[in-house]
């Protein structure tokens, strides 16, 4: 499939519990992000990531983990979750082009995935 | 923090009228961003305005900023019930990692 994907699109887990979401595009897009997004907060940055094996934290990134071993792969790992981290995450990707002396940077975003910390 | 701020936070119109929100911001950017968000789904991005223009339009959309007020407005014409989502505003700061920052967002009903 084009684009980008995200999976799962829903998922429900417990209090400390670890839980990996993952994230696939197909643009070969150089920088991916992870956002959260809550009610009253809009779009929140929890990590991004300009290339392979290249991260940085965002404005939200405790009790996260990214990698990214490969361009096509941003996966997001909660490494013990807690009621908190219910969020509906989305993950997005760019490819910054130059235009009259500045990038410009649009994003493309998956259907994000509900995430529910019982 | 976010950068950008949407007004109104609803917006409640029938089919044929026009909707206009608006966005304010903190800092200096290079370009401001609309995207749009319908229920359930990711943000698609809709229209991109540079910090040297003041106005720009893409089909029904206009969207026209104000550095010195470090404020934006996107009007759509003539609005459809297919309209209806949220939109929200987006800014890309100078320098850095070419950062794009969201606001909260406005909510649109478009009632047919």
């Known amino acids: 499939d084009a684009g980008i994907t995200q999976s799962p699109r829903y998922k429900i887990t417990e209090t400390g519990r670890q839980v990996t979401l993952m994230c696939h595009q197909t643009?070969?897009?150089?920088?991916m992000f992870w956002y959260r997004q809550d009610l009253g907060h809009g779009l929140r940055l929890i990590y991004y990531?300009?290339?392979?094996?290249?991260?940085d934290k965002g404005e939200v990134s405790d009790g996260y983990v990214v990698s990214r071993s490969k361009t096509e792969n941003f996966p997001l790992t909660l490494e013990s979750a807690t009621r908190s981290q219910t969020s509906v995450y989305f993950c997005?990707?760019?490819?910054?082009?130059?235009?009259?002396?500045?990038?410009?940077?649009?994003?493309?975003f998956g259907a994000g995935t509900r995430l529910s910390v019982l | 923090s976010q950068q950008g701020e949407e007004d109104p936070q609803a917006l409640s119109i029938q089919e044929g009228e026009n909707a206009t929100m608006n966005c304010s911001y903190k800092t200096s950017i290079n370009n401001l961003q609309w995207y749009r968000q319908n229920s359930g789904r990711g943000l698609v991005h809709l229209i991109l305005?540079?910090?040297?223009?003041r106005e720009k339009h893409s089909g029904r959309l206009r969207v026209t900023l104000d550095t010195s007020k470090k404020s934006s407005s996107l009007l759509i014409t003539a609005s459809r019930a297919a309209d209806t989502a949220s939109y929200f505003c987006a800014t890309e700061n100078s320098g850095g990692y070419q950062k794009v920052t969201f606001g909260t967002g406005t909510k649109l009903q478009v009632i047919p």
């Open positions: 997005a990707s760019s490819e910054p082009r130059s235009e009259w002396r500045e990038y410009i940077n649009i994003q493309y």
């Open positions: 990531s300009a290339a392979a094996d290249i991260t």
């Open positions: 305005i540079r910090s040297n223009e």
């Open positions: 643009w070969s897009h150089s920088y």
